[in-house]
C-alpha cells in the first residue's frame, strides 16, 4: 500500500505528479491539518483534487488532531496550552507526527 503525506507545497505536489507520469500506483493521500496552514495551501487543496480525480488518483484526506474529549486541538492552541514554541524550533518536527 503507498501512503502519501501530502503538504500542500511544491515538493508533495511534485511527488504526486511524479508518481503518476511513472504509473506507481498511489492508494491514500494524508494531509495532516495542523489548523495553521497559510491560506493558499487551504485553497490549493480542492485544485489539487480535482487534479488528482481527473488523472484517476484518490481524493486528499485531511485529518486532524482531536483531544481526548473529541475537541479539535490546532498547533497554536497547543504551543500555547504548553508554553513552547512549535518542535521545528528546536529542530525537530514532533508537531507534524502529532497535529
Not at 508533495?12 to 491560506?39: C, K, M, N, W, Y
Request: charged fraction near 20%; aromatic fraction near 8%.
Amino acid at each position: 500500500m503507498n501512503v502519501i503525506a501530502y503538504g500542500g507545497g511544491v515538493n508533495s505536489t511534485a511527488l504526486l505528479i511524479g508518481l503518476h507520469s511513472r504509473g506507481i500506483p498511489v492508494d491514500l493521500i494524508l494531509f495532516a491539518d495542523t489548523g495553521g496552514e497559510q491560506p493558499g495551501t487551504y485553497a490549493y487543496l480542492p485544485i489539487m483534487n480535482r487534479w488528482l480525480l481527473d488523472h484517476g488518483m484518490p481524493q486528499i484526506t485531511v485529518v486532524e488532531y482531536n483531544d481526548r474529549n473529541g475537541d479539535r486541538l490546532t498547533l497554536e492552541q497547543e504551543r500555547l496550552r504548553s508554553g513552547t514554541l512549535p518542535a521545528l524550533a528546536y529542530g525537530y518536527k514532533k508537531c507534524s507526527l502529532k497535529l
